[in-house]
């Protein structure tokens, strides 16, 4: 059974990737790229996404087996944190499109175990 920690860190996870669903509902990718803000906000929620995924301890992180992959996160935070200069709008876009919504699914699925 996951800690409390881990429920509530998952819990984070799911309430991030909504917030950003919510900032690009409807948008295309011009319209992003000319809306600074949404960029900024879609930029920097994957970097508590991964946050949240850091600060779930070891034990609980194997109770989530392959779903959510913290390791793979990580990385991804430490890429947007040390690298934002380098991540283009259009890899932000499908990010936000296409892995933020998997990392919801696999926490929805880990807290419901």
Request: with cysteine.
């Amino acid at each position: 059974m996951l800690s409390r920690k881990a429920a509530l860190r998952l819990q984070d996870i799911i309430e991030d990737v909504d917030r950003i669903a919510m900032f690009i509902d409807g948008m295309s990718l011009s319209a992003f790229r000319a809306d600074e803000r949404t960029m900024f906000a879609v930029a920097c929620l994957p970097q508590r996404i991964t946050e949240a995924a850091i600060q779930i301890e070891s034990d609980d992180a194997v109770l989530l087996g392959p779903d959510l992959p913290i390791v793979k996160m990580r990385a991804l935070g430490n890429r947007l944190r040390h690298e934002y200069r380098y991540i283009d709008a259009v890899i932000i876009f499908d990010l936000a499109r296409v892995e933020v919504p998997l990392a919801r699914a696999a926490a929805e699925l880990a807290l419901e175990d």
